[in-house]
């Protein structure tokens, strides 16, 4: 059974750093064709694609936010990082971390996500 | 990054009717190299991260009632539950995983009428 689970801290300050670790069973990043993406969903609205890592390492960020986002991954502990510079009330939202599958066609993976965590809601406040 | 447009943005409708929900993209999302359309649907009701109910368009996820069908190629897409139930009520999201980019529609809000 897949599943993942966010932490992180419930409230940051504007203009710090947050951290959000998801850590995950089930699935190993150190498998072919895995993927792990972390998504937001600001309060009422709609969901936003941030970042995602591949089993390879290969990494991918939001145009929109691309300088203020680092993911990384711990394969030996399960475990997928998100940091996020420059903290502003905008940004407070619940921000999900999800395992992407993959069927692998002509040589190439295509992934869609397939399995969320249940979200941890991060309030950008003083 | 491509657009996803999703209609209506609500709808109310009586137990056991139809109900359709509708995906445009900015962009055709059908790769021809694999005649498959890159798009999925996600159910989210409140309180709970999304769900997986149809990927590639039109193949439901294991474990989804068949009364939920996916159709449409190219840039438009429909969600369809044949017989709405009540714990169909949920905001339902399109997402297009075509792009490097992911993105969604802004969701349509399911209710019963």
């Known amino acids: 059974q897949v599943t993942l689970k966010e932490s992180g801290p419930a409230l940051v300050e504007p203009t710090q750093t947050l951290t959000l670790t998801c850590t995950f069973s089930?699935?190993?990043?150190?498998?072919?064709?895995?993927?792990v993406s972390w998504i937001r969903q600001p309060p009422g609205k709609a969901l936003e694609w941030l970042a995602r890592?591949?089993?390879?390492?290969?990494?991918l960020y939001s145009t929109s936010l691309k300088t203020r986002l680092t993911i990384s991954k711990d394969t030996s502990k399960n475990q997928v990082v998100l940091t996020m510079t420059n903290m502003d009330p905008v940004d407070t939202a619940t921000y999900y971390c999800?395992?992407?599958?993959?069927?692998?066609?002509?040589?190439?993976?295509?992934?869609?996500?397939?399995?969320w965590g249940k979200g941890t809601m991060v309030t950008v406040s003083s | 990054d491509i657009v996803m447009t999703q209609s209506p943005d609500s709808l109310a409708v009586s137990l056991g009717e139809r109900v359709t929900i509708n995906c445009k993209s900015s962009?055709?999302?059908?790769?021809?190299?694999?005649?498959?359309?890159?798009l999925g649907w996600y159910q989210q009701k409140p309180g709970q991260p999304p769900k997986l109910l149809i990927y590639?368009?039109?193949t439901r996820e294991s474990g989804v009632p068949d009364r939920f069908s996916g159709s449409g190629s190219g840039t438009d897409f429909t969600l369809t539950i044949s017989s709405l139930q009540a714990e169909d009520v949920a905001v339902y999201y399109c997402?297009?995983?075509?792009?490097?980019?992911?993105?969604f529609g802004q969701g349509t809000k399911v209710e019963i009428k």
């Open positions: 999800a395992r992407a599958r993959s069927e692998k066609m002509l040589n190439y993976y295509y992934y869609y996500i397939d399995v």
């Open positions: 089930g699935f190993s990043l150190n498998t072919n064709g895995m993927r």
């Open positions: 890592i591949d089993w390879d390492d290969e990494k």
């Open positions: 962009q055709s999302i059908l790769s021809s190299s694999t005649n498959k359309n890159s």
């Open positions: 590639w368009a039109s």
């Open positions: 997402q297009q995983y075509y792009s490097t980019f992911w993105t």
